[in-house]
């Protein structure tokens, strides 16, 4: 897992009981389940519109910007569960590993 993803999941794992005056995240589990994933549901849709636009002008800079906002979000709404992005990234090894892609491509 990347060096971003696991400083950032541990620094969310401490929000979970910081004060919610002082951090973003806090606040969000302060307001509970329903507004992180207003949240998500919020960025979700913000990529849905930047991908468009990319598709339009050519220019990637707020897929990007909007995926890391739609990635942070739930990596919230994850921790709220104990789980985090070792738990995203497993599901996905394993999915590589059953489709024998992986095999495929050193051929
Ligand atoms: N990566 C992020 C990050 N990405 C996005 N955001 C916040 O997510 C929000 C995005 O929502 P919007 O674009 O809708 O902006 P908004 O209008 O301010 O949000 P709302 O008032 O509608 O909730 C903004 O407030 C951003 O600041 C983030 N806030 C925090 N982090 C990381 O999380 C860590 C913990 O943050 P704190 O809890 O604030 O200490 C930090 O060290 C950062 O690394």
Not at 73 to 99: N, Q, Y
Request: aromatic share 6%; glycine share 6%.
């Amino acid at each position: 897992m990347s060096d971003v993803l696991t400083q950032l999941s541990t620094v969310l794992e401490a929000r979970k009981a910081a004060d919610p005056d002082s951090s973003y995240v806090a606040s969000l589990h302060a307001k509970g389940l329903n507004k992180i994933l207003e949240k998500v549901g919020e960025e979700c849709t913000e990529t849905l519109i930047a991908a468009k636009d990319a598709e339009r002008s050519g220019k990637t800079d707020e897929v990007i910007y909007e995926t890391a906002d739609l990635w942070f979000h739930t990596l919230v709404m994850l921790s709220r569960f104990g789980l985090g992005p070792d738990d995203i990234l497993e599901e996905l090894g394993r999915r590589f590993d059953l489709s024998g892609l992986d095999e495929k491509a050193a051929r």
